[in-house]
């Protein structure tokens, strides 16, 4: 399997699980990325460069190397604390 595949699929794991992130342009805009680059990634199309990796890793409060694990799992106990994260960061944005 490719590193784009596996990007690939490990994004439709995180948008499923994460349904404040459930879309390509939820995805896009959390990530400050454009949303046909979004696109091109989830159709498989398209190579990723690292600086773009970061910022949609960053948007599901990961790192980069997170999203090319080709056995990417989150528990359950991850999740919550995952979700709880990002909506303390989106109540932080707001004080910008």
């Known amino acids: 399997m490719e ?3 596996i990007l690939k699929a490990n994004l439709e794991i995180l948008m499923k699980q994460f349904p404040d992130l ?4 939820k995805v896009a805009n959390r990530a400050r990325v454009s949303r046909l680059t979004m696109g091109k990634i989830l159709a498989g199309g398209t190579t990723v460069t690292t600086d773009t990796l970061d910022k ?10 997170h999203l ?4 990417m799992e989150v528990s359950e106990k ?7 994260l990002i909506q303390k960061f989106d109540v932080l944005k707001k004080y910008e």
């Open 56 to 65: 949609i890793a960053a948007a599901f409060s990961l790192k980069a190397w």
């Open 78 to 84: 991850e999740l919550k604390f995952y979700e709880q």
């Open 3 to 5: 590193s784009r595949d």
């Open 22 to 25: 459930g879309s390509q342009s």
């Open 68 to 71: 090319l694990n080709p056995d």
